[in-house]
């Protein structure tokens, strides 16, 4: 969905209540509807029972929104309504909140959608103790929800994340993520007269890393799609970076990425490492289609991270950003040894 939200007291006086309400509405209800869609449907979809699924795991959706919105309620009057908001006790409170959360929320979709998480550690030492950049690739829904998920919980990290402005149209994520520090990307036409770019965003929100804190970031900017592929590559030598453009054409699975972001965060705290995430098993799931046709998904989705201690990144802005490229060059790599399908031709965007 790329239409902007509304303004912030529309979401909170509007859209949040709604949910809750809504919620109450289908606590009473879902279980049984579930069960009579599922009795009809079964007889037409032997076996995969794609309706109730959609209207089981919708609804689960919104009572998990409303019960976290609840909860977020509590710790905004605990706080003294806001006064206190700020200081470390109910910074770590939002975060045990959100581990808690996505727990719960994994927990349905392993036994609703049948999807299973595997992750390969391997090459993902040396950054304890350490302040940590994040960069994943971005290719099907709900890879940040995944991310989020393995920095609060299995890396046990306060997360710092970057992401789209459009997501704020789910009330918990917006709540949550404007009392845990994040950053919402609103496109340059719309951003507000004096206000400060991605890279300067990014900066502010990446300085001064506690030890056990990650910043999340998608160089990238968005799913990929062939469009966007194109459109980047385009941008590089129009800019005249036509070395980077070939780089960028010769890796088919993924899309070049932007260095700004990156490179401000590395300079925001001296200390901080860098991981590389690459994931695969949703880039299949494009539209609203795909996703309907693949249910239940039954896949497994695999990660494999790479970590950089800080003293081994080179120093300098054209470095890091060749270092990044290449990153992106072995991630393609990974991609295209683990069967990962390339790019689709044609002119299908998504709707996220």
Known sequence: ??????????????????????AVLLVPTSIML???????????????LR?????????????????????????????????????????????????TMLSVL???????????????LSEADGLDGAPVLVVSRHA????????????????????????????????TIDVLLHRVPAYFVVPRSRRPHGAPSGSEAVAELATDLAPDSAVLLFPEGGNVTPRRRDARIAALRASGEDDLAALAEGMPHVMAPH????????????????????????ERLVTV?????ELPMDKRLTLKIWATPREALPAGDEERAAWLYAQWV??????????????PSGDRDPAT
């Open 289 to 293: 289609r795909d996703i309907w046709r």
């Open 330 to 343: 072995r991630l393609d790599a990974w991609l295209a040894a683990s069967g990962a399908p390339t790019v």
């Open 34 to 48: 579930v069960l009579l869609v599922g009795g009809i449907v079964s007889w037409a979809l032997p076996g995969r």
């Open 140 to 171: 099907g829904p709900g890879d940040s929800f995944v991310l989020m998920d393995r920095i609060v919980n299995a890396a046990g990290r306060e997360p710092r994340v970057v992401l789209k402005d459009t997501l704020q149209w789910d009330p």
């Open 51 to 99: 309706a109730p699924r959609v209207l089981w795991v919708a609804s689960f959706y919104v009572v998990w929104d409303a019960a976290a919105l609840v909860a977020l309620f509590g710790l905004w009057v605990g706080s003294g309504f806001g006064w206190a908001l700020d200081r470390p006790a109910f910074r770590r409170a939002h975060v045990r909140l959100a581990g």
């Open 106 to 120: 994994f927990w349905q979709v392993r036994w609703t959608l049948r999807l299973r998480i595997d992750v390969d």
């Open 1 to 22: 969905m790329n239409v902007p939200p509304p303004p912030r007291w529309v979401r909170r006086l509007l859209l949040a209540p709604a949910v809750v309400v809504l």
């Open 259 to 282: 260095v700004g972001g990156f490179l401000a965060a590395l300079d925001a705290t001296p200390t901080t490492g860098v991981a590389v995430v690459a994931h695969t098993g949703l």
